[in-house]
């Protein structure tokens, strides 16, 4: 965790300073944007391990700042944003944020969320290694890396998990609610459609990659990694 670098992206000067504090606190280094172009020049310039974003700002919102960034990294991104709406919390995980935050939030809960984002993204402290192969499918979580038909396939590390997840666990059902126990912690406070949307954005990687494995669908209970005999 220690010279870990969060960078934070806030209009709002009193949020960076009060979040500032609390990371400083745990040991983190921290830089500030307060609009969007700012957040791209430094995220490109320091190349930080966690990004939090808000998401209404001025000269670029966070939506088209988490765009450009998942265009050239995986860094785990959590969302910042005064709009509870469910729409709001899908259309970031589309957009491959990794988790999300509703205004106004405790910066406790922040930094807990943060600290296990990092956990989860830090192969050495998460103890994931190893490597889940089916045909045309390696997903090595020593690395953090997803091949399909034997090419890099990227992906943010939340879809990682919950496909090594399910990938290790061939042919047996889980709940949305296990699911979320299991891959996200119960440091999590959002709730079940959050599985739905990453089991949307994995299937889009991994259609038509072979007939002998897919992600399916239980009706009315969740999901679980089909795998042939």
């Known amino acids: 965790m220690p010279n870990q670098k969060i960078l934070i992206v806030d209009d709002?000067?009193?949020i960076c300073e009060l979040l500032r504090l609390y990371l400083a606190k745990e040991g983190y280094e921290t830089l500030i944007a307060h609009d969007g172009e700012k957040a791209l020049?430094?995220?490109?310039?320091?190349?930080?391990?966690?990004?939090l974003l808000d998401v209404m700002m001025p000269k670029m919102d966070g939506w088209e700042v988490c765009r450009r960034i998942r265009a050239q990294a995986n860094t785990p991104i959590i969302m910042l944003t005064a709009k509870g709406e469910t729409f709001?919390?899908?259309?970031?995980?589309?957009?491959?944020?990794?988790?999300?935050v509703v205004k106004p939030f405790d910066s406790?809960?922040?930094?807990a969320r943060i600290k296990?984002?990092?956990?989860?993204?830090?192969?050495?402290?998460?103890?994931?290694?190893?490597?889940?192969?089916?045909?045309n499918l390696s997903l090595d979580m020593s690395r953090y890396e997803l091949k399909v038909k034997g090419k890099v396939v990227e992906a943010p590390p939340k879809e990682l998990e919950l496909l090594?997840?399910?990938?290790?666990?061939?042919?047996r059902v889980f709940t949305r609610?296990?699911?979320?126990?299991?891959?996200?912690?119960?440091?999590?406070?959002?709730?079940?459609?959050?599985?739905?949307?990453?089991?949307?954005?994995l299937r889009?990687?991994?259609?038509?990659?072979?007939d002998q494995w897919s992600l399916k669908t239980v009706w009315g209970v969740g999901y679980k990694f089909e795998a042939k005999d």
């Open 164 to 171: 090594a997840y399910l990938a290790g666990h061939p042919n």
């Open 41 to 51: 020049e430094l995220f490109e310039q320091n190349k930080p391990n966690m990004v």
């Open 204 to 210: 889009e990687k991994l259609e038509g990659a072979s």
């Open 177 to 201: 609610d296990q699911l979320l126990d299991e891959v996200w912690g119960f440091e999590y406070y959002g709730d079940s459609r959050t599985i739905d949307v990453h089991i949307k954005r």
């Open 116 to 135: 296990a984002v990092l956990r989860r993204c830090n192969p050495e402290e998460s103890g994931k290694d190893g490597v889940i192969q089916f045909e």
């Open 12 to 14: 709002d000067q009193n």
């Open 88 to 100: 709001d919390k899908v259309l970031g995980l589309e957009l491959g944020a990794d988790d999300y």
């Open 108 to 111: 406790k809960e922040v930094v």
